[in-house]
């Protein structure tokens, strides 16, 4: 690890919808892997207390019981005060960093919402100029971690599974995190739709990319989509997922047009700022 880091200024990339099992995670993680092969320095955050993402990366279950005995989880990173760089670790993958999370994270909700815990946004800050980007992965659900972390967030991401009745769902999804982001988040950007576990053989999911497109492709962004592919599984199911496998996943053209995508905004966020 070199040492003569320059200061950064991290854009913060959410991943994120209320829906369960339409591959947030793996987005999450193709799209760290993405900006890291990009050359960017990343943190990821695990803001999900089923530890998905933190499980991907490599870490057992065991390991991670021990993290939540060692108050090194996202959850102590909230609730007590020191400082955030000694709950983040060192990931084998070069340049990428994470905050992992597990079940005491699942307190955090009712204790957020007492004001018990710290906002997460406030806690990034500590740590935003050691990183070019911070990516979330959320829990599937809007709850207060959650929405703490679209208070966090610069830019979102939905992945929205290309089912028959996903699109249900995903109205009503766009509907509470537009709300959320009127009164919590005005500038938080979305960086697009992302259309997942799709199947161009079957002629129902050909129709829900076809209706997605049509319902919404005036006001998001809809990237092209990520096939269903058993590498996916395979992958998590060996724990590497994505980091050795992204370079031949399907649909890794897709997440490096988000992982651009999203470096274009931050570009774009800067110049403003400055
Ligand atoms: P979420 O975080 O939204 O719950 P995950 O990323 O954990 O979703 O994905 C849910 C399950 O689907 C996991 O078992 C994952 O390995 C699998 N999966 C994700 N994306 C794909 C894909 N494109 N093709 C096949 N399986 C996938
Ligand atoms: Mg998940």
Same mark, same amino acid.
Do not use: E, T, Y
């Given at each position: 690890e070199r040492r003569t880091d320059r200061p950064r200024h991290a854009t913060v990339v959410m991943c994120g919808s =209320? %829906?369960?099992? +339409?591959s947030k995670t793996t987005s999450a993680l193709c799209i760290a892997y993405c900006l890291l092969a990009q050359g960017s320095k990343v943190l990821l955050i695990?803001? $999900? #207390?089923?530890?998905s993402a933190t499980v991907h990366l490599g870490y057992s279950p065991t390991q991670m019981d021990q993290m939540e005995v060692e108050r090194r989880t996202l959850y102590y990173a909230l609730a007590d005060d020191r400082p955030l760089a000694d709950y983040i670790i060192q990931t084998p993958e070069p340049r990428l960093d994470l905050l992992p999370a597990f079940? #005491? !994270? @699942? $307190? @955090?909700d009712v204790e957020l919402a007492l004001g018990k815990l710290a906002p997460l946004r406030q806690r990034i800050g500590e740590v935003r100029n050691q990183y070019d980007f911070i990516v979330l992965d959320t829990a599937p659900n809007l709850g207060a971690v959650t929405v703490s972390a679209l208070e966090a967030s610069d830019l979102l991401l939905v992945p929205c599974q290309t089912e028959a009745l996903a699109l249900v769902g995903l109205r009503n999804v766009l509907h509470s995190l537009e709300n959320l982001r009127r009164r919590r988040n005005p500038g938080l950007r979305m960086l697009g739709i992302l259309p997942t576990l799709? #199947? @161009?053989?079957l002629t129902q999911d050909q129709a829900t990319l076809e209706d997605l497109r049509r319902g919404y492709g005036d006001r998001y962004r809809i990237f092209d989509p990520i096939p269903r592919a058993t590498v996916f599984a395979q992958a998590a199911a060996s724990g +590497? &997922?994505? !980091? @050795? =496998?992204? %370079?031949? &996943?399907?649909g890794r053209a897709v997440f490096e047009e988000i992982a651009a995508a999203a470096r274009a905004a931050a570009k774009e966020m800067k110049a403003h700022v400055a």
């Open positions: =209320a %829906k369960g099992g +339409v695990d803001c $999900d #207390s089923q530890g079940m #005491s !994270l @699942a $307190d @955090a799709f #199947s @161009a053989r +590497v &997922i994505p !980091l @050795a =496998a992204v %370079k031949n &996943i399907p």
